[in-house]
């Protein structure tokens, strides 16, 4: 990163930034954000991203004698995190019938009794898996994907441990929709074998300290 200050001063007055700014604005002070509102930020980020392969951005680096990564731009120009960044370009870049997919899936969900999410997050989750149920097309309008219902905990296991000098922090979430975690069955299973060891001694240590009751004295006639 080089001439930091240059740059963000060119680029104040620029129409797509600002134009991302303000969609961000509304986004974030309304009182229920809305699908809708998340939708037009993206579509705004979108532009942004064009304007950054653009040769009016580049002759803007040059005239600051200026550098910037993809990622140093998201953080210090946006201001927001990377991980944001690539979740609403992809849902700037949706297609109308995929959005339109998306909210009917939704609609059928509630309709069924269940709890869905209209979030960011679960229409991106919507999105990879249209692009996957159609051999990586991610234009197919989604007619044929089913929208997922809200997960709902049924419990939590977490436990850390180091298996082959590898420190693994097992998490294991059992849902309503399956079993949902990030580490390797081995992991999980020699966590839950040292997790059953341990609270078998720690019950039998608590039972070895508790105090012995007195025999009942009987009386004698």
Excluded at 99 to 105: A, E, M, P, S, V
Excluded at 135 to 140: F, L, N
Aim: glycine residues 8%; contains cysteine; charged residues 35%.
């Amino acid at each position: 990163m080089k001439n930091l200050k240059g740059i963000k001063k060119q680029l104040k007055g620029n129409k797509q930034i600002k134009a991302f700014e303000e969609a961000r604005k509304i986004e974030k002070q309304a009182v229920k954000k809305g699908f809708e509102d998340s939708c037009r930020t993206g579509k705004a980020l979108v532009e942004v991203e064009k304007f950054t392969k653009s040769k009016a951005y580049r002759d803007t680096l040059s005239k600051e004698e200026a550098s910037l990564t993809k990622k140093e731009f998201v953080r210090e120009i946006l201001g927001i995190s990377h991980g944001g960044f690539i979740e609403y370009l992809k849902i700037g870049r949706a297609t109308k019938p995929q959005r339109d997919n998306f909210l009917k899936g939704c609609d059928k969900v509630e309709a069924e009794g269940k709890s869905v999410s209209r979030s960011i997050k679960n229409f991106v989750k919507f999105l990879n898996e249209v692009k996957e149920a159609n051999s990586g097309d991610d234009q197919a309008d989604g007619g044929d994907v089913d929208v997922q219902s809200k997960d709902k905990s049924n419990g939590i296991f977490q436990f850390k441990l180091t298996l082959d000098h590898v420190v693994h922090d097992v998490r294991v979430d059992l849902t309503s929709n399956g079993v949902k975690t990030k580490n390797e069955a081995q992991a999980i299973i020699k966590a839950l074998d040292i997790f059953k060891a341990q609270v078998l001694q720690g019950l039998q240590s608590a039972s070895d300290k508790a105090p012995k009751k007195a025999p009942k004295k009987v009386a004698v006639k």
